[in-house]
């Protein structure tokens, strides 16, 4: 994995690139650039990364983590409705980490707010506090 242990991501999307063109399969090369291009602001990268690592394969935790990242990436860019699928497909997935689940609610009532959906987004907030 590229990131260290303060949080920051080791290399730039370019040199990352470079280790996705040496090994195309390389699901979490995919992730980390994704991550790098989202710290960028580069959205529409970051979401295409996320996409191509979930396609490629990736463990449970990470899979998770890459709909959490590519659904805050979709929420930036304006794609309101990617992002409510995404923050749905961990809650569908239903991960132990009471945290990762609470996010996935809290994320998802932010964008049904954004849309208008009060009565949605208040539901998503009960489920949230009862993670």
């Given at each position: 994995?590229l990131?260290?242990?303060m949080?920051?991501?080791?290399?730039?999307?370019?040199?990352?690139?470079r280790?996705?063109?040496?090994?195309?399969?390389?699901?979490?090369?995919?992730?980390?650039?994704?991550n790098?291009r989202?710290?960028?602001?580069?959205?529409?990268?970051?979401i295409?990364?996320?996409t191509?690592a979930?396609?490629v394969?990736?463990r449970?935790?990470e899979?998770i983590?890459a709909?959490g990242n590519?659904?805050?990436?979709?929420?930036?860019?304006?794609?309101?409705?990617?992002a409510?699928?995404d923050f749905s497909e961990i809650i569908?997935?239903k991960?132990?980490?009471?945290?990762?689940?609470?996010?996935?609610?809290k994320?998802?009532?932010?964008?049904?707010e954004k849309?208008?959906?009060r009565e949605?987004a208040?539901?998503?907030?009960?489920r949230?506090?009862?993670?």
């Open positions: 994995m990131k260290d242990a949080g920051g991501y080791r290399g730039t999307a370019t040199e990352i690139s280790v996705i063109a040496e090994h195309p399969d390389n699901a979490e090369a995919y992730y980390d650039r994704g790098a989202s710290s960028c602001n580069d959205y529409d990268g970051a295409a990364d996320f191509m979930l396609k394969g990736l449970f935790r899979a983590t709909y590519r659904g805050i990436a979709r929420v930036k860019s304006g794609d309101m409705e990617g409510i699928q569908k997935r991960p132990t980490n009471r945290r990762l689940l609470s996010s996935a609610y994320n998802r009532a932010l964008v049904k849309m208008g959906d949605g208040a539901e998503d907030r009960g949230s506090a009862e993670c």
